[in-house]
């Protein structure tokens, strides 16, 4: 079974990992292992395919992988969260945004043209489940990525959207979106900071994404039932009404995993180099 972020908005995205803790490993904080290690998480493998000057049937562990890329000039990683009429932080060519946008995540090199899309297949009975992820490297576009904000304006955005998130949940029957989304946020509550990020993000980058995936919790709960909906119009209504939220929950976390490269842009920017 192919899965995509849409269908556990409470758990980081795989492209959330490989984007903060490949920035840790080029930044010189973690060793390969342990960022290896990191990205695995409770999966059972990872691979990768399609590297510059592979054969078409090679594979590689995520540690070498990781060290090719360096060895390729790569410098950092971004994150995006593409959806459809939302092409977050994507730069083209249009079949890369295609093969993205049908995971909901990717994940772009800084220094060199190439991109990374999860391909990720669960197996298992529920409640005892594990997946393995191919990640298929391809070149992209030498281009700034569609609509990412900085993390000054994603947090701007995001405390109007808290509110405005709090607010529409209070306003429909929570109830309707039934005990195991709601079971789901209460574990996702207990969830400390420790668990955000790699080493050397900034302290605000975690609280951004703190924020932007209590915002994300808090709409799939709103998503996830007709609530006090009772005709297909209030149904549509209210999806029209969660979509913009979405779209800044969205934005603030592509802003959070990709504080550390901009961090650096800024001061290499001020220093002159």
């Known amino acids: 079974m192919l899965v995509t972020p849409a269908d556990n908005p409470y758990e980081e995205p795989r492209s959330g990992r490989l984007t903060a803790w490949g920035n840790a490993l080029l930044a010189g904080l973690v060793p390969p292992d342990n960022a290896a290690a990191a990205v695995l998480g409770a999966d059972e493998s990872h691979r990768v395919a399609g590297l510059p000057g592979d054969a078409p049937d090679e594979r590689h562990g995520l540690t070498w992988a990781l060290g090719r890329l360096r060895v390729l000039g790569v410098k950092g990683l971004r994150l995006a969260l593409p959806t459809a009429g939302h ?13 993205a946008l049908g995971a909901g ?5 800084v220094g060199v043209p190439l991109g990374l899309v999860p391909e990720v297949e669960v197996f298992g009975p529920p409640g005892d489940r594990s997946a393995t992820v191919l990640w298929r490297c391809a070149e992209v576009n030498d281009a700034p990525p569609a609509d990412v904000p900085s993390l000054h304006e994603a947090e701007f955005e995001l405390a109007d959207g808290l509110r405005r998130a709090t607010v529409l949940l209070t306003r429909l029957d929570v109830a309707g979106a039934g005990p195991e989304s709601l079971r789901a946020l209460e574990a996702y509550r207990r969830r400390g900071h420790d668990e955000l990020l790699a080493p050397g993000y900034p302290p605000r980058a975690v609280r951004v994404l703190e924020s932007a995936r209590q915002v994300a919790a808090l709409l799939s709960i709103a998503s996830g039932g007709h609530g006090a909906a009772v005709s297909a119009s209030e149904i549509a209504a209210r999806q029209e009404a ?9 934005r603030a976390q592509v802003a959070a995993y990709n504080a550390l490269v901009d961090e650096r842009d800024e001061r290499d920017g001020r220093d002159g180099r």
């Open 242 to 250: 969660l979509a913009p939220l979405w779209r800044t929950a969205r």
């Open 105 to 109: 995540e990717a994940v772009l090199a």
């Open 87 to 99: 092409p977050l932080g994507l730069t083209g060519p249009a079949p890369f945004n295609a093969r």
